[in-house]
């Protein structure tokens, strides 16, 4: 989700257990993911429903681990394709970072490597719309319907596997939107808006000032929904609710820590818009002798 240059091995390493490596890249995972299936499991054990633990612990462990995960491996696959090198993935409560090596290619070959990730969603939300298919016997009527306790209660295994199927679909929907909608700085989304800024001739300062509001507006609209959705009765939209409210926190932080930056003139020392995938334009706006590659 977010994407990160590395100054030296040791970065990102602390505080998480190593998965092992996969194409010469270190696969770690993050505490707070941790403890995000696990707190997501003690709400699920709050009802009292075994079928219904079961379904949360299967789709916040191995089903979200596999989204983030693949859609990692699309930012790692792109970015080796042009060049350049990966060191770790990183998966954290609110998705995965990948440190990456200096890129100079430009906004264009970011903006390659930013859509990477997001389509690997789109690959898995076909994968798990197909199973769901196979499970209905063609029937596509119920996927988008909300979840009820009840429903998985009572449920076979087939109609088990078919509820997991289409909360999978969902779960990597929003996965999916949080990496191509939300303009935080430093994920997938505001990357994509800051280089297609660039790519199309606006200046460094402007992007970022354009990318900020846009944090800060749509931030404000997530907290509301958020907040409205811890209320409501239906099962999952009290945690939808609760990672709308967090994102859309990330989203405000986001947006008037990016201004802050603009208004005190220091874009070069921002870990987005400070990119040596950027230089040639940072060089256009700047005549300080800032050596890009060593910002991180």
Request: charged content about 15%.
């Amino acid at each position: 989700m977010a994407n990160r240059p590395f100054a030296n091995n040791s970065d990102g390493t602390r505080c998480a257990v190593p998965l092992g490596s996969l194409f010469g890249v270190r696969i770690l995972i993050d505490w707070s993911y941790l403890i995000t299936v696990l707190f997501a499991q003690l709400f699920a054990l709050m009802t009292r429903d075994p079928m219904y633990s079961l379904l949360i612990f299967i789709l916040y462990g191995p089903v979200l681990l596999l989204a983030l995960f693949l859609h990692e491996m699309g930012h790692v696959a792109v970015t080796k394709c042009l060049g350049g090198h990966v060191t770790l993935i990183r998966i954290w409560a609110l998705g995965g970072l990948t440190y990456y090596g200096v890129d100079r290619k430009g906004a264009g070959a970011d903006l390659l490597i930013a859509i990477a990730g997001p389509v690997m969603n789109i690959i898995q939300i076909g994968i798990w719309a197909g199973v769901y298919f196979i499970l209905e016997d063609g029937d596509f009527t119920n996927i988008d319907l909300p979840m009820y306790l009840g429903d998985i209660t009572d449920a076979t295994p087939a109609e088990f596997a078919s509820i997991l199927a289409k909360r999978a679909v969902q779960m990597n929907m929003m996965v999916l939107i949080a990496n191509t909608c939300l303009p935080i700085a430093h994920f997938d989304g505001g990357r994509i808006i800051a280089d297609i800024l660039i790519v199309c001739g606006v200046s460094l300062r402007r992007a970022a000032f354009i990318l900020s509001g846009l944090a800060l507006l749509v931030g404000s609209g997530l907290v509301t929904w958020g907040l409205l959705l811890l209320g409501d009765y239906l099962i999952g939209s009290q945690a939808t609710g609760f990672i709308y409210v967090i994102f859309g926190f990330l989203c405000v932080y986001s947006g008037f820590k990016l201004w802050g930056i603009v208004v005190d003139d220091r874009l070069l020392e921002d870990n987005l818009f400070g990119r040596p995938c950027y230089s040639e334009d940072t060089r256009q706006e700047s005549n300080d002798n800032v050596n890009i590659a060593s910002i991180t």
